[in-house]
């Protein structure tokens, strides 16, 4: 298939973009660049053997994506662009339903005109809000605490109705847990600008000696070591659900929600261990408050992405530090 990537450059993207070459799709990366850089192009020319299709833009621009999605004549959308840090969304919540809601709806609208109507929506665990049980399986009811969470939810609602309004619509949520890793080659990977608000680029930073100590936020949730405990899923294996999920849109319309995760949990102090064996020397860290809005477990229930999609992670959690430290060695 002719596979539009949206946000084709960030984290999840640039894996993505490898997978879908290596399953024989071609695929055209769009970013505006906000949170990448131009340098992973030569990165993915490297991995792949040639330089994949890019074009430089906004979603927001309706002329653009209306232009991009003729001209490739592209079959599908993989939508990731979005800006994705839950505090800067708490504190500037307007750019994120600008970007995220207004971005989408205007993607939407240049690929309806288009007559292009299968989209793969990047979503997020975050959309379960507090878990009522565990695991999360995609009927938990739905809730969110910040605006990032917010436009999530939005957009998966304005998927549906679209999907209820034209049954030639395809929409495929996925639901992300909490996607970590590099490609094996160390050549792709994340690597977020500024103090990394999210638990592993933080560990990595530390390894490397970056920084200091990792600030393990609270031990005194009732987990088994007093740390939260999280679904991680090697990026690599997320990028080929997203595969799995481009089949799937290939042979069923309507609206879906599908997460993606491993089904196992694992604790801020499981992950700097195994960061540790992944880095050859122990990684100091101190027991810091709690940080506001943190639940103490998260996990998935992955059988839908199993049964519908024949999808399930193979990758454990050694590999991810592995291939995360693997490119954090080359990082600056
Ligand atoms: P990322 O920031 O690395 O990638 C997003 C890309 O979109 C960036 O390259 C950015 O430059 C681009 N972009 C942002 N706004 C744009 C716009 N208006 N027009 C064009 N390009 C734009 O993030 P990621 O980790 O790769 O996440 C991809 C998607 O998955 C996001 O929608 C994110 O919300 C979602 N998600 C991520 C996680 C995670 O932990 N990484 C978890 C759940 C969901
Ligand atoms: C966070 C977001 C979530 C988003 C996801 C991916 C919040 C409340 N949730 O998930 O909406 O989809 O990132 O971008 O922000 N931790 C530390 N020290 C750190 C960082 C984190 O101990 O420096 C702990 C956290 O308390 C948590 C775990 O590590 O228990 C994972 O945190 P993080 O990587 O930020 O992911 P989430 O909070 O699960």
Redesign the pocket.
């Known amino acids: 298939m002719r596979i539009l990537l949206?946000?084709?450059?960030?984290?999840?993207?640039?894996h993505t973009a490898v997978a879908m070459a290596q399953n024989g799709h071609e695929v055209v990366l769009?970013?505006?660049?906000?949170?990448?850089d131009p340098s992973v192009l030569d990165r993915l020319e490297k991995i792949l053997g040639f330089r994949p299709i890019f074009e430089e833009?906004?979603?927001?621009n309706y002329a653009q994506m209306l232009d991009v999605l003729k001209r490739y004549q592209i079959e599908a959308v993989v939508?990731?662009?979005?800006?994705?840090a839950v505090g800067e969304s708490v504190e500037k919540p307007l750019e994120y339903f600008d970007?995220?809601i207004t971005?989408t709806i205007t993607l939407l609208r240049a690929m309806k005109d288009a007559n292009v109507k299968r989209i793969i929506f990047?979503?997020?665990?975050?959309v379960y809000g507090t878990p009522q049980y565990l695991p999360l399986d995609e009927n938990h009811p739905l809730s969110v605490t910040n605006p990032?969470g917010r436009t999530?939810l939005h957009v998966e609602e304005i998927l549906k109705d679209l999907c209820a309004s034209d049954p030639q619509w395809s929409a495929v949520c996925l639901?992300?847990?909490?996607?970590?890793g590099a490609h094996e080659s160390g050549l792709i990977g994340?690597n977020p600008r500024g103090i990394p608000n999210?638990l592993l680029p933080y560990v990595a930073r530390v390894a490397a000696g970056k920084m200091k100590a990792v600030r393990v936020f609270g031990n005194d949730y009732d987990t088994p070591d007093g740390t939260g405990v999280r679904d991680y899923i090697h990026v690599v294996d997320l990028a080929e659900g997203h595969v799995c999920a481009a089949a799937y849109s290939q042979t069923h319309t309507g609206w879906i929600a599908i997460n993606l995760g491993t089904g196992t949990g694992y604790s801020v102090l499981d992950i700097i261990h195994a960061y540790e064996k992944a880095c050859g020397h122990s990684i100091p860290y101190e027991i810091v408050a709690r940080r506001a809005g943190d639940v103490a477990s998260n996990y998935a229930n992955p059988q839908r992405a199993f049964e519908l999609l024949g999808w399930k992670a193979r990758y454990t959690l050694d590999d991810m530090c592995k291939h995360s430290w693997n490119f954090q060695k080359n990082c600056e």
């Open positions: 949206t946000g084709g450059a960030g984290f999840i993207g640039s769009f970013d505006n660049f906000t949170n990448s833009g906004d979603i927001r939508h990731f662009a979005g800006l994705k970007n995220n971005g990047s979503s997020s665990a975050t990032y999530k639901r992300y847990f909490n996607p970590i994340e999210n």
